[in-house]
């Protein structure tokens, strides 16, 4: 059963948001300290003070309740959704995945422009946001891909495109695989490609994967601590709010192009869907449960948006050898979080892909 949802956040929730961010302890720093140490004292105080005296959750809620959302009970799971019908009875649909520390409102930007020619389905992943904290072990890419076939069925779509970023696009490169036969194919503006030494590749491709084997090389700090304890880490998210504000505000200001930055309001919108819905540790678990062996192969047609500024970008001759990719963007502007960046050049690919080289070949 799929029933309508609203949002509506407690006051008494908001007023203890704002007297702990009154009652913060703040540690000290060294003199001319930059990013040295991590994130710097006196943007956090900045942002902090943000959130606690001019953000305003309450109109941001409104807009949100702007758009028919959903929630419906999966293997046990709550699974929150949104679901933008578009004005052509016969379009196909789209299912849009975030990851983490994205949510649902990564996509807020492109929901007009791509509704004009989709169907779009939102959801939360299992643990994150409105759909709620998970309760058991297992919650992988692979099950959540199952669990948006499932969602699909109820929802009446026998044919329709899958699209992600960060863990989404593992999850619809998931979806591919599990449901071939209703996924018509797969749009990823994220695709970690791993070197082999035996494929020939360009000097510029050689760089990329330079920046690949440096980055596996130096695990980032909150990846380890979230595949290895997310529950250790999670406690300290879910009770300090400066605390969940950094954890998630940092990967903003280190994977965004500096060009295209999101703003304050919306990236303390995503933080406030994290801390008011006390997602933190559920979330983080994504990364503990993520499988380590092989997952079943994605056999459906592949597009790929490269981005300038993101985390790793892909190596095409590396990504054929895994996928059939029938389409291959590359982007100087735009980081990590395109759908936020560059709402605009994001919609319009995934539209060239699903309408140009899925529909028309079909």
């Known amino acids: ?5 609203r949002i509506d956040i407690p006051q008494a929730d908001l007023d203890d948001l704002t007297d702990r961010l009154s009652r913060t302890r703040w540690p000290n720093e ?3 300290a930059g990013w040295d140490y991590g994130f710097p004292l006196a943007r956090l105080k900045e942002l902090a003070e943000h959130w606690r005296t001019r953000y305003d959750w309450r109109a941001h809620e409104t807009k949100l309740n702007e758009l028919p959302h959903f929630t ?3 293997e046990g799971q709550n699974i929150h959704l949104v679901h933008v019908r578009s004005a052509k009875p016969d379009a196909l649909a789209l299912i849009l995945t975030h990851g983490w520390p994205g949510s649902f409102l990564e996509f807020l930007d492109v929901i007009e422009p ?3 020619d989709f169907h779009l ?4 992943i299992p643990g994150f946001g409105f759909s709620g904290p998970t309760h058991e072990r297992g919650w992988d890419a692979a099950r959540v891909a199952r669990a948006w076939a499932e969602l ?3 929802l009446g779509y026998e044919r329709y495109g899958a699209q992600g970023g960060d863990f989404g696009a593992g999850i619809s490169l998931a979806l591919g695989a599990v449901a071939p036969e209703h996924v018509v194919g797969v749009h990823v503006n994220y695709l970690p490609t791993r070197p ?10 050689q760089a990329r994967l330079d920046k690949i084997r440096q980055l596996m090389a130096n695990r980032p700090p909150y990846q380890a601590l979230q595949a290895l304890t997310p529950q250790t880490i999670g406690y300290a998210l879910t009770d300090s709010p400066v605390g969940q504000l950094v954890w998630i505000a940092e990967r903003f200001a280190q994977w965004t192009d500096p060009a295209t930055p999101v703003s304050d309001d919306r990236m303390l919108t995503d933080i406030s869907l994290y801390w008011l819905t006390a997602t933190a540790a559920s979330s983080g678990r994504l990364h503990h449960d993520a499988p380590r062996g092989s997952q079943q192969a ?3 047609p592949v597009g790929v948006a490269v981005y300038a500024h993101d985390i790793t970008q892909s190596v095409r001759p590396l990504a054929e050898r895994l996928y059939d990719i029938r389409h291959w963007s590359e982007f100087d502007r735009g980081g990590h979080f395109a759908a936020m960046e560059v709402p605009e050049s994001f919609a319009e690919d995934v539209r060239d892909f699903f309408l140009t080289n899925i529909e028309n070949d079909e």
């Open 152 to 154: 699909m069925r109820r």
């Open 30 to 32: 060294v003199a001319d």
């Open 1 to 5: 059963m799929i029933k309508p949802f």
């Open 121 to 124: 389905v939102i959801p939360s």
């Open 72 to 74: 419906t009970e999966i």
């Open 298 to 300: 994605c056999r459906v």
């Open 196 to 205: 082999d030494p035996d494929v020939e590749v360009s000097e510029a491709d």
């Open 114 to 116: 791509l509704s004009r």
